[in-house]
């Protein structure tokens, strides 16, 4: 089993911004998807921004061109850049794995999750 962990949440006023990242307990080597999901309150939890295993990246409508999502190799945390952040964005922000296992079986990967507040 691996551990995920997001980091870099806060308080941060509208029209700024915030890296958040998510490491890992032990290398992933190989997944099919990467992903930053989020939680606001009273909602449910949504897709903000997915990287496939073959270098396909999506968005939510609600983040393009504000928030990029990042993983440079298999070393390296999992990173969403956010800019312009809006009050709407309050969320809590939780990083995603998933793939298949060597012995054919699939994960899913999720870590506990970093709050973020957008609020002046």
């Known amino acids: 089993q691996v551990q995920l962990a997001e980091s870099g949440g806060g308080l941060v006023q509208p029209g700024g911004s915030l890296r958040l990242s998510c490491s890992a307990s032990?290398?992933?080597?190989?997944?099919?998807?990467a992903a930053w999901y989020r939680q606001g309150p009273d909602k449910e939890r949504e897709l903000v921004a997915q990287?496939?295993?073959?270098?396909?990246?999506n968005y939510a409508e609600s983040v393009k061109g504000r928030f990029t999502i990042s993983k440079d190799n298999v070393e390296k945390p999992l990173y969403l850049q956010m800019n312009s952040l809006k009050p709407e964005d309050t969320a809590v922000y939780y990083c995603?794995?998933?793939?298949?296992?060597?012995?054919?079986?699939?994960?899913?990967?999720w870590g506990l999750g970093t709050q973020v507040t957008v609020s002046s």
């Open positions: 995603n794995f998933k793939g298949y296992r060597a012995d054919g079986g699939s994960y899913d990967y």
């Open positions: 032990r290398t992933i080597y190989s997944f099919r998807t």
């Open positions: 990287i496939t295993s073959g270098g396909s990246i």
